[in-house]
Nanobody, 125 residues
């Protein structure tokens, strides 16, 4: 079982940027699909981005395309989510999650196998 620790959240003004990190132990993230899922108060969980085990594809929900980028650093066993052009609608708790097996990005976020504890992102003036 993989242990996931997110970091990098915080308070940022609209238009600003943050980079979230998902550091793993217990498993090699290169063997897994890794996704970022967010949940705002009173709303359902939403898959934001995912990188499958095999390159080159990455996947993004429509509202973040062109603003967010998911990437891997194999040497650090870490996955990042670079978030640019943040707006208040991006405010949420952000979770890193992994999927084993074939390492494909799941269509339903409930199909992820393991989850981190989350990091809070607040976008406000």
């Amino acid at each position: 079982q993989v242990q996931l620790v997110e970091s990098g959240g915080g308070l940022v003004q609209p238009g600003g940027s943050l980079r979230l990190s998902c550091a793993a132990s217990g498993s090699n993230l290169d063997d897994l699909a890794v996704g970022w899922v967010r949940q705002a108060p009173g709303k359902e969980r939403e898959g934001v981005a995912c990188i499958p085990r095999l390159p080159p594809d990455t996947y993004y929900t429509d509202s973040v395309k062109g603003r967010f980028t998911i990437s891997r650093d194999s040497a650090k066993n870490t996955v990042y989510l670079q978030m640019n052009g943040l707006n208040p609608e991006d405010t949420a708790s952000y979770y890193c999650a992994t999927k084993g097996g074939w390492g494909l990005c799941p269509r339903d976020v409930s199909d992820y196998d393991d989850w981190g504890q989350g990091t809070q992102v607040t976008v406000s003036a």
